[in-house]
């Protein structure tokens, strides 16, 4: 079983490559409507891809597992997609698994293009092929047992918790903003995974006080109408290729 979350579609061409080598039920996470048990087979692993999130998961991972319940879990695989460093998200991630009683994962690292534009620029169009290339080399390797799980030190551990700290003071929304662009398609409304937008009078308005800032309606919207404050004003937007 592959569980993903996925704002750009770097995880999920993660899942899409991990299903290829161990086929089984691929999950997006962010769709799963059903509240009944996952419900593994003998011997059969859980993986988990998602992406670094303040050297961490996000919001909506960590309710996703409260919410569910899964059984006869034995072994789980997590595959977290980052921009180059993924700090303390190991421990964050094992913390969020021993609270809801599942057994710790072994947690993978796998660098891919940084496409959160609030405090980078992203890449050259070249620099992001050599990315594509060696984290599907890297990933590879993973899946192979070529390559031992990502282990945070205990200095980078306590540190982390500061740095997961700032993720709650950039989840606001209020910063979001929308440009005469739009023409009130509606994607953003259906993409967002905790339903945090709506259409009013044709217009994207953020009804939550905080979303789960996967910023997918910024990285998706057909116009580039989205941005957030300053920080992304003519700054390109990402999504893994073909993975529209």
Same mark, same amino acid.
């Given at each position: 079983?592959?569980?993903?979350?996925?704002?750009?579609?770097?995880?999920?061409?993660?899942?899409?490559?991990?299903?290829?080598?161990?086929?089984?039920?691929? /999950?997006?996470?962010?769709?799963?409507?059903?509240?009944?048990?996952?419900?593994?087979?003998?011997?059969?692993?859980?993986?988990?891809?998602?992406?670094?999130?303040?050297?961490?998961?996000?919001?909506?991972?960590?309710?996703?597992?409260?919410?569910?319940?899964?059984?006869?879990?034995?072994?789980?695989?997590? /595959?977290?997609? *980052?921009?180059?460093?993924?700090?303390?998200?190991?421990?964050?991630? @094992?913390?969020?698994?021993?609270? @809801?009683?599942?057994?710790?994962?072994?947690?993978?690292?796998?660098?891919?293009?940084?496409?959160?534009?609030?405090?980078?620029?992203?890449?050259?169009?070249?620099?992001?092929?050599? *990315?594509?290339?060696?984290?599907?080399?890297?990933?590879?390797?993973?899946?192979?047992?070529? /390559?031992?799980?990502?282990?945070?030190?205990?200095?980078?551990?306590?540190?982390?918790?500061?740095?997961?700290?700032?993720?709650?003071?950039?989840?606001?929304?209020?910063?979001?903003?929308?440009?005469?662009?739009?023409?009130?398609?509606?994607?953003?409304?259906?993409? *967002?995974? /905790?339903?945090?937008?709506?259409?009013?009078?044709?217009?994207?308005?953020?009804?939550?006080?905080?979303?789960?800032?996967?910023?997918?309606?910024?990285?998706?919207?057909?116009?580039?109408?989205? @941005?957030?404050?300053?920080?992304?004003?003519?700054?390109?937007?990402?999504?893994?290729?073909?993975?529209?």
């Amino acid at each position: 079983m592959i569980l993903y979350y996925s704002s750009t579609g770097n995880s999920y061409h993660v899942a899409l490559e991990i299903q290829k080598k161990y086929p089984g039920e691929l /999950i997006d996470m962010a769709k799963t409507k059903t509240e009944e048990p996952f419900v593994l087979a003998e011997g059969e692993p859980l993986f988990i891809v998602t992406f670094n999130c303040f050297w961490g998961v996000s919001e909506f991972v960590e309710d996703f597992f409260r919410r569910h319940q899964f059984v006869n879990v034995k072994r789980i695989l997590a /595959i977290i997609t *980052c921009g180059a460093y993924l700090g303390s998200g190991d421990a964050h991630l @094992n913390r969020m698994l021993r609270v @809801n009683g599942l057994p710790e994962a072994e947690v993978y690292d796998l660098p891919m293009v940084t496409n959160y534009v609030i405090l980078h620029e992203l890449s050259p169009f070249e620099e992001q092929q050599k *990315c594509f290339n060696e984290a599907d080399r890297r990933l590879k390797l993973i899946l192979d047992g070529c /390559i031992s799980p990502y282990r945070s030190a205990f200095r980078t551990k306590l540190f982390g918790k500061l740095v997961h700290f700032l993720y709650f003071i950039f989840r606001h929304t209020k910063p979001f903003t929308v440009n005469d662009s739009c023409f009130a398609c509606g994607k953003c409304v259906r993409d *967002c995974p /905790i339903k945090a937008i709506e259409l009013v009078n044709n217009r994207p308005v953020w009804r939550k006080k905080t979303c789960d800032h996967c910023l997918k309606c910024l990285h998706h919207c057909p116009v580039a109408a989205i @941005n957030y404050g300053h920080f992304t004003l003519k700054k390109k937007r990402y999504h893994y290729p073909g993975n529209s």
